[in-house]
């Protein structure tokens, strides 16, 4: 049976109406607009309320035709189909209608008097005065047409000359409200009348102004949600999830890995990705930018104090110690992920998809320490392997390990355009490094990056962060000299970027490249499939090099990491995370032997031949030996696949909770990196600089607060907005997060 949570609400509004006294046997009827169609559900025609069950509840389109197929009873709907239709199709604000026969506002109908602005809550709900719809006989379409034809008012009653009332609501809660109120008015209005006619006040035309006002200005933004936009991802009920233990069965079954180039462990297989089909960038990008037309949508503030009270009595551990920090730590915490509304949570113990905090709550981690863990946190039998290596060695020595030398070796086996490769101590070092290469390579000095990107904190790229055309706003304590040769280019316009490569010629030329193969901010504005194929074009023709980022997609879209997806191969790589595993010291740089040769080091006779690059900590026993171990697990479990898969579980699951509830949010995925967009923040840039500067904030803290939400139903995100899969998502802990998912979503505005 489709749209049962529409039928509900059907259902519950007769049930309230019934308790009330508003309904009596079959008079009357209620409808529900089905979100994200142009269809609703309505009482049936004829039927017992005290009976009524939501498979009793009828579908009917906005062309007033029963829908077939639907399920339930089958039962006709209201007579009065036709007034609801024309309501709905006039109104994009309207999501809920009842029509009654109450008592009061019925013998206002009889006499076909209209009702003022008697006070502001009536103006404020109902509008300028409740108007009388002129007489036609019941469930005719003349009375559709009587009844369209006030619907310009915006009012929210209306009484039914010789008939009774309708009264319409943003929800049904507000429907049900407005009747009663319209009720409440009604009775005083009579007592006025015949107490002494002709005396009755009105409020003063400003404050009713005021009050109509603030009912458009809902009216507007409710209707906003609707007009602009889009109809979500249909993803029945009955439509199978991708299964991750399906993928992870095939994995145990297949001979242990070899090592080879592939990734899977045998000279004749085929490479294997996470990404099993590509995001349908245009539509994905369309649906993102409805998002930001619309007016913010999040938790409704009743159940966000709920939200806080979790906080509050759930997390006093975490509080108290992330309080305490604040007074040795600057706020608090060391890492950017931590930053969570409405305090950090101190964590405890992780294992496999699982944190647990100070005060013992247990969370799915989606966070994954923001990427890095694609077998799972806390994973043994890398773990033990470690430690044999580090009770030898210790964690650092200072001279040469024969692990620097397995790591690289294991990442030109998976990844064959690295050939030669530097361990370095973080991706952010690595992009330094990177560009610093790239430099001394071409003698050319300017970098271009694409607008939104993350490409760690260096001087040079804290440009355009974020958020694309902002230049230089987010480089406080950089000096300008820093940013002087790095340009921005607006993200995945070719066009641009071709200008920008001609207007450096003149200046020198560009030294490199810079992108995020999947787009910026890991895909938050996901690159076209053919995108990085035409940068490496213009990269040969300009004479510049092309540095990808794979710091995030570095083995955790495959073991090939994007270059090996999308078949195009970098001048240089940067990755990190993944590369040691979820162990410190995570990053490093690889590419062409001729152009690394630049970071040759030792007494090699050619004094100033080389960059500067290094570190006490870089490339020790510690590290390396963690990222060959993990990299050699992961092959050997297909782990990268695994989590793409439950990535694929979780977002068609996503997609239909969103479908379900009628919510503008986006969820997509490339692999195991899994957008959820409910604000559309990430979306703003300097194109439409107005906007940013009015919405960033709100847009931000509902980012925020989501995020709150799910974490206190047992889900860490990153903030709010992005998730990270691993190995250790069987298909059973994503079904239980949908569950938690559906919980906070069913705590939204309007559902």
Known sequence: MEHLRSRQHVVEMCRTLLERGYLKATEGNASVRVPGYDRYAVTPSNYDYARMRPEDIAIVDFAGKQVP????????????????????????????????HQPYASALAFLRKPIPALTDEQVRFLGRSVDIIDYAPAGTPFLARNVRKKMSSGANAFILANHGIVALGTDPDRAVFNMALLEKVSIAYLLALTTESGKVYTIPDAIREVALTKLRADEKRIAAQITKGMPPLRVQATDELPSADAVAAAAAATPAATGSSDGRGGQDVAPAYAISEYPDVPGIMRRLKALVDQPVRGIRHDAMLDVLGYFEHKCAGSKELTDRAKVRIPGGVQHNLAFNYPFPLAVDRADGAYLTDRDG???????????PTILGSNYTPVNERVAAVI???GPVTGLFHEYELKLAETVNRFMPHIEMYRSLGSGTEAVMAAVRAARAFTGKKIVIKVGGAYHGWSDTLVYGLRVPGTYRMNAKGIPFGATSQTREAFPHDIGALRRKLAENRALGGTAAIVVEPLGPESGTRPAPRDFNAKVRELCDEFGALLIFDEVVTGFRVGMGGAAGYFGVK????????????????????????????VFGSGLDGKSGAHIQVGGTLSANPLSCAAGYFALEEMARTNAPVIAGRAGDRLTKGLQRLIDRFGLPYVAYNQGSIVHLECSGVMLLDMHHPVKLLRENKSRKQLMERMGAAYTAHGLITLAGSRMYTSMADTDAVIDDALARFEQVFALVEGV
């Open 69 to 100: 197929g639907t399920g339930g009873s089958g039962l006709a709907p209201s007579i009065e189909c036709g007034m609801h239709t024309a309501i709905y199709r006039e109104r994009p604000d309207v999501h809920a209608i009842v029509h009654t």
């Open 361 to 371: 709550n247990t969370y799915i981690d989606f966070l994954q320490a923001g990427g």
């Open 391 to 393: 009770a030898e060695s």
């Open 570 to 597: 970098p001048d240089l790589t940067v990755l990190g995370k993944a590369v040691a595993g979820g162990y410190p010291m995570a990053g490093g740089v690889g590419g062409r032997a001729d152009v690394m040769a």
